[in-house]
């Protein structure tokens, strides 16, 4: 395990451990992975592990052993994967031979060409791309199925051309393919791939015995299996890699592993005049990779037990070099990534000033590990006592939306062959996709409106919109890919029925209720989660407050059975209006 400074490291209790594998159990209990695997760091060692369910089930637990998840069981991390490739490009920054700031395509020949979206853009940079802030758009799931591609293929792509959704080093925008670009630039400053540079110069000097990018390298008795659900149950995912899109999310690793990992980003603070030669990467650049060099959000936490939430609970959340970094009005700052990849799902998260830190991994496709991770965590600082834009869409993503009405309202083979990445098939099987649009738009009834006219989005490359039928309405978004012409790399379709008289006047009552209280303007009211024509969940906000309005009422009598209100967080499900048509 890497060393740590000298200071003295917190002690956890007992009932702290119970409360931490609590949340663990609970997790498990929902169902959403086949096995997870969890650690908790203190300094330099896994003070305390577990695992619940299995690496594998069905067919996978051929190619497993179908045992307990462990510390030590091997799990694809996918995009925490990001981090080691930051840290790569920084030792490559460190020895001189990459310059942050230079135009990427002194690096990457490719995008010599490349398009920006206005005369007075800057260029793309490794900074821009390391940061998330190069103007790229929101590429999953599209990028975790192109881990595959070939030098040439990558090549091709981006001599192609991309799309950016603004200038780069203005905005925050989750982008695998900045990575992969990184990598690339890694590759070819090096005369290696970005794997066996980041296999030498980092996880062979840290020990890191069993992380690498090869399913191949892994024993078999150490595998996790990946999966996704179907049905009721469990279905082994097929391994992909490795490939030029390997650097965005391709590693394999360990609790234990990871744990040295997390480690070295405690070691790394507070700032000190001792010896640093302990770990590959020096301790001012990995300080340097936890600061917040783009800033994403700021967040609202809504507490457990639903009362408001108050201004000192707040969180500014913004992207590293290969991590996410919070700063929490309560905790400080708090670094960490998470992963989520086709059959797997993982994250990493720790409090450098406590030095505390949490791994968790599980077998299932984009498992949501960050949530019992974060409650962990939580958990571990208590015990210690540590101290609306507007936005401008693509054209082609105004066109798209057509394009996709027209085939979710009078499904046409050809027509998604020509506007479909190819994810969208991998991800739902084409004929179910079509039989479940097919299932909405029976409920639906007659077209009233194609909705255009009041869609939604959080970037260009996005969108939201409402068909209204005859029985209710069905939301329609997508996601486009960063390609040169941009395909849908993600299409949902969900119904919302009519509320019944009395479910409608339940809303109303408690909308205007808002409305007074807030006294800032009209609260605006959208159904997120559709149960029947007496029984929903609503999506009520203000001009900087969201609620969750969870009612019901007795069909017989209009009577008001069920009725939760809680604040939600800003950023979560919330789409900017824009005005483009």
Not at 39 to 44: L, M, Q, W
Not at 367 to 387: G, Q, T
Not at 429 to 449: H, M
Not at 552 to 576: C, K, M, N, W
Request: proline share 5%; glycine share 10%.
């Amino acid at each position: 395990m890497t060393s740590t400074n000298n200071a003295a490291q917190p002690a956890i209790g007992a009932d702290t451990i119970d409360r931490i594998d609590e949340v663990f159990t609970a997790a498990y209990k929902q169902d959403l992975a086949p096995g997870i695997a969890y650690g908790v760091v203190i300094g330099s060692d896994v003070v305390h592990s577990g695992g619940l369910g299995t690496v594998a089930v069905g067919d996978g637990a051929e190619a497993g052993d179908a045992a307990v998840p462990t510390a030590d069981s091997v799990f694809r991390i996918a995009s925490m994967t990001k981090s080691f490739t930051a840290a790569a490009a920084l030792l490559l920054r460190d020895d001189g031979l990459l310059r942050l700031d230079e135009p990427i395509e002194t690096y990457v020949p490719e995008l010599a060409s490349l398009a920006l979206p206005t005369s007075d853009s800057p260029a793309l940079t490794a900074r821009s791309l390391l940061t998330m802030s190069g103007g790229l758009p929101t590429d999953d799931p599209w990028a975790d199925r192109q881990e595959s591609m070939s030098p040439g293929g990558l090549s091709e792509l981006l001599a192609g051309g991309l799309c950016l959704t603004g200038a780069p080093g203005t905005a925050f925008e989750y982008a695998n393919l900045g990575y992969v670009i990184v990598g690339r630039a890694i590759t070819n400053i090096t005369g290696q791939s970005v794997r066996d540079v980041i296999g030498e110069r980092l996880l062979v000097p840290m020990g890191m015995t069993a992380t690498c990018f090869d399913i191949a390298d892994v024993a078999a008795q150490s595998l996790a299996i990946g999966h996704h659900r179907d049905g009721d149950g469990w279905v082994a995912e097929s391994f992909s890699g490795p490939g030029e899109f390997s650097p965005l999310g391709g590693l394999f690793s360990s609790v234990n592993d990871l744990a040295r990992w997390v480690a070295g980003f405690i070691d790394a603070f507070p700032p000190r005049s001792a010896a640093d030669d302990r770990h590959p990467v020096s301790r001012a650049t990995r300080r340097e990779m936890q600061q917040m060099h783009r800033f994403a959000d700021v967040i609202a936490p809504r507490p457990r037990d639903g009362s408001p939430v108050s201004s000192s609970a707040a969180r500014a959340a913004g992207y590293g070099f290969g991590l996410k970094v919070e700063h929490d009005s309560r905790w400080g700052t708090v670094a960490g990534h998470s992963g989520g990849y086709p059959g797997f799902g993982s994250h990493m998260r720790w409090h450098a000033a406590s030095g505390v830190g949490v791994v968790v991994l599980g077998n299932a496709r984009y498992y949501p590990a960050a949530v019992p991770a974060r409650a962990a965590l939580e958990i571990l600082l208590e015990s210690v006592h540590a101290p609306a834009g507007r936005v401008a869409r693509w054209p082609r993503t105004i066109e798209l939306r057509g394009l996709v009405t027209k085939l979710v309202r009078a499904w046409d083979n050809d027509l998604a062959d020509q506007i479909f990445a190819d994810n969208m098939d991998l991800d739902t099987p084409r004929e179910q996709r079509r039989t479940e649009i097919a299932e909405v738009f029976d409920q639906l009834g007659p077209v009233i409106d194609d909705g255009f006219a009041n869609t939604e989005s959080l970037n260009a490359a996005e969108a939201l919109w409402w068909i209204t039928g005859e029985n209710g309405r069905v939301q329609v978004d997508i996601q486009l890919t960063p390609h040169r012409v941009p395909l849908v790399q993600t299409l949902g379709v969900e119904f919302v029925g009519s509320a019944s008289v009395a479910l409608q006047a339940a809303v109303d009552a408690a909308t205007t209720s808002l409305t007074d209280v807030v006294g800032r303007g009209a609260v605006e009211v959208d159904c997120i989660e559709w149960v029947s024509a007496d029984e929903a969940t609503f999506r009520l906000r203000s001009a900087d407050t969201e609620w969750k309005l969870v009612i019901a009422v007795d069909p017989a009598t209009g009577d008001i059975v069920e009725h939760t209100l809680t604040v939600e967080p800003q950023s979560v499900d919330r789409f900017v209006r824009s005005s483009d048509g």
